[in-house]
């Protein structure tokens, strides 16, 4: 690998000092540590980069002659060099796949469901939603052992913060993933969290509602998932928009609808009604001779998404009532009634019988 190459993978300035190098190195390596990613192909190659560049900047000169004490340095040779640590690589990987699933990086994403009644659809609106969140350990900051526990070696890379792996001539160190890097352990787990890093807090959160939002929409809120233990970055909080059940209002796409019981008579006489709408209450005239069934459409009453594009309608549909639990004297006006209707009082009805007659001759 070239020095320039090395260098842009570590994001490194030309010349680094010692320390610089090491401390570039340890973050990038710990970073795409193939036990904290494990079974993720890019971060193996990261990983992978990372320490050659490391091995590359660390001793320059020696990099190519260490793997051919003889021989001079060639691109060739460096690549040879390179490839032996193949091994070691493969040695690195297979034992952080080995321990399985726990590993696995859960998702950090929440999912949460949020009701909302139409009313609240007709404009953009503000609910609360209550989430348990896991944060980060206040208490130990996410590192999972009791602040001012006794301090003792780790025991994964005994103290030294990195972890050497050899095979033949070729020789790694990587940082040490069970420390951070940093060699140190406590036996005793912190109280707060138990040695999680993280605790379950619960949270209520502001969810911006846009006006129509539909059944189903999905609302991202960005860093209101799960805390990461050790890196305290989080996920997002997904949030679901519920119908909430309408005691009348029934909805399609930004229409809304609902059935209007009316009395024979009224719908015969014509009437004028009051009806509900999302935002109060309107007048509605239902003219005389108005069949059961016939929807009213009143413009704008609907819902509303942002812009006032495909505002929608309120459309009524009348059902007319048939009278039950006559008394005597409607009994006998409605028998006087049918007495003097004419064919022309229900055309309808006249058309259907003398269909009916003509079926029959
Ligand atoms: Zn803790
Ligand atoms: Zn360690």
Known sequence: MKVTDALKILGLEK?????QLKSAYKKLALEFHPDRNPGDPEAERRFKQIV????????????A?????RGRKSARQRG??????EDIFSHIFRS????????????????????????EL????????????????????????????????????????EVRYKQGLAELWVPCSACDGSGEHTGEACRVCGGEGVTSRRESLKVAIPAAAKEGAQIKLKGKGDE??????????????????????????????????????????????????????????IPAGTQSGRVFRLQ????????????????????????????????EMLAEFQEISSPSTHPRRRRFLDKMKSLLE
Do not use: M
């Not at 040879?80 to 640590?85: M, P, R, T």
């Not at 519920?242 to 809304?256: E, G, T, Y």
């Open 52 to 63: 050659i560049a490391h091995e590359t900047l660390k001793n320059p000169k020696r990099s």
């Open 228 to 285: 990461d233990a050790r890196t305290g970055e989080a996920g997002d909080l997904i949030v679901t928009v519920r119908a909430a059940p309408h005691p009348i209002f029934s909805r399609d796409d930004n229409d809304i609808l609902f059935d209007l019981p009316v009395s024979f008579s009224q719908a015969a006489l014509g009437h004028e009604a009051t009806v509900p709408t999302l935002r109060g209450t309107r007048r509605l005239k």
């Open 122 to 161: 007709t404009r953009d609106s503000e609910k609360e939603v209550s989430v348990s969140r896991r944060v980060r350990c206040a208490s130990c900051e996410g590192n999972g052992a009791e602040p001012g526990a006794r301090v003792g070696a780790c025991p994964a890379c005994k103290g030294a913060g």
């Open 15 to 19: 010349n680094p000092s010692g320390s």
């Open 300 to 331: 704008g009453e609907g819902l509303s998404p942002a812009g006032g594009r495909n505002t929608g309608d309120l459309l009524i549909r009348v059902l007319i009532e048939t009278p039950t639990k006559l008394s005597e004297r409607q009994r």
């Open 96 to 119: 952080a796949r080995e321990p399985e699933d726990e590993k696995k990086p859960k998702s950090r994403d929440l999912h949460a469901q949020i009701e909302v009644t139409l009313e």
């Open 65 to 69: 002659d260490r793997a051919t004490p």
């Open 80 to 85: 040879e060099y390179e490839e032996k640590w």
